[in-house]
C-alpha cells in the first residue's frame, strides 16, 4: 500500500521555482520574495474529499477536491488565475492537470519514505520540491 500523502510537510528543497514562477508571468517582486519562503504542505483527506493547504509567512494557499471532479481553481495570490483542474492517481504519484491560458500546466506529488516529493510543471519549466514529515504537527 503505498504511504498516505497525508500529514505536515515542511520544505527542504526548491529547484527552479524561479523558472516556474516567470512561466506563470509573476513579477520580479514577487519573485524574489516566494523565493525566500520555505513552505509547508498540510494534506488532509476527510471521506473522499481531500485538502492541500501551501502555508507560508507570506501568504497561504488552499485547493479542496475530489479525485476525479474537475474543479474551479482560482489560483488567489498566486498567479490570480482562472482554470479547471483535475486530480487524479496516476500509480502513486497524486496529479494534477490544471487547463487554461498556460499550456502544459499541472502538478504531481508522490510520498518516498518520509519524504513527500512535488512537481509543478508549466510551460516547459518543471519546478522540483522536496518536503520532509514533520511528526512534530
Ligand atoms: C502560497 C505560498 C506561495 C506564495 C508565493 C507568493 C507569490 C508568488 C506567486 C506565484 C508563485 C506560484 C506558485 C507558488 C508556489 C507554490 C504554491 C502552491 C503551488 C501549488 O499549486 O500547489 C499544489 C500542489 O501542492 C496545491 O495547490
Known amino acids: ?4 500523502v497525508c500529514g505536515t510537510w515542511d520544505m527542504i ?4 521555482f524561479d523558472g516556474y514562477m ?35 509567512t507570506f501568504r497561504n494557499y488552499t485547493i479542496s477536491f475530489k479525485i476525479g471532479h474537475e474543479f474551479e481553481e482560482f489560483t488567489k495570490g498566486l498567479d490570480n488565475r482562472h482554470i479547471k483542474s483535475t486530480v487524479t492517481w496516476q500509480g502513486n504519484k ?9 499550456k502544459n ?6 510520498v518516498e519514505g ?6 509543478l510543471y508549466c510551460d516547459g519549466q518543471i519546478c522540483k520540491q522536496v518536503f520532509k514529515k514533520n511528526v512534530n504537527e
Open 114 to 119: 518520509d519524504k513527500l516529493h512535488l512537481e
Open 105 to 110: 500546466r499541472g502538478w504531481a506529488h508522490w
Open 22 to 56: 516567470k512561466a506563470l508571468g509573476i513579477s520580479v517582486h514577487l519573485r524574489k520574495i516566494a523565493l525566500r519562503l520555505k513552505l509547508k504542505k498540510v494534506i488532509e483527506q476527510q471521506g473522499d474529499q481531500y485538502i492541500v493547504k501551501t502555508v507560508s
Open 94 to 102: 497524486l496529479t494534477c492537470e490544471q487547463t487554461g491560458e498556460k
Open 13 to 16: 528543497s526548491n529547484v527552479n
Open 1 to 4: 500500500m503505498p504511504t498516505s
